[in-house]
């Protein structure tokens, strides 16, 4: 399955040991992980910020990111599609990486629900999906 995860699924997966980290782990050994410039630069700076983890050790986390994932040009999207602007760069990214779902926490984005088939859902509904197989 190709899937998205937004920056704040990769952030809860550093930041905490839980169902983000599961989601995140399934997602990267049995999955394909759609990501873009975008998403690792905002994970970047949100390791550093908010985790508040060494730079080389951030820089270590996208580096692994980049080699793991498959990292595209987003597709321009309508800023009028999302409340937040910026959330048009990750459905550009999932419509370009033919993802089948964005995995997010964001209410901007989960409030859309589904564009363009792409499914907008959080990790813990992405997790009934696996366990529905």
Not at 57 to 85: F, G, M, W
Request: aromatic share 6%; hydrophobic share 45%; charged share 30%.
């Amino acid at each position: 399955m190709r899937v998205v995860l937004d920056t704040n699924v990769i952030i809860a997966a550093f930041a905490a040991r839980g169902l983000c980290a599961e989601v995140f782990e399934i997602c990267l050994s049995d999955h394909t992980v759609i990501l873009s410039e975008h998403i690792l630069s905002e994970t970047y700076e949100k390791l550093i910020k908010k985790v508040r983890l060494p730079q080389d050790s951030a820089q270590n986390i996208i580096d692994y990111l980049r080699d793991t994932a498959e990292v595209v040009e987003p597709e321009l999207v309508d800023e009028s599609v999302c409340r937040d602007k910026d959330d048009t760069r990750v459905i550009g990214a999932a419509l370009k990486g033919k993802a089948k779902f964005i995995i997010t926490g964001d209410d901007d984005l989960l409030v859309i629900k589904s564009y363009k088939g792409v499914k907008i859902i959080t990790p813990r509904e992405f997790w009934g999906v696996l366990r529905e197989g």
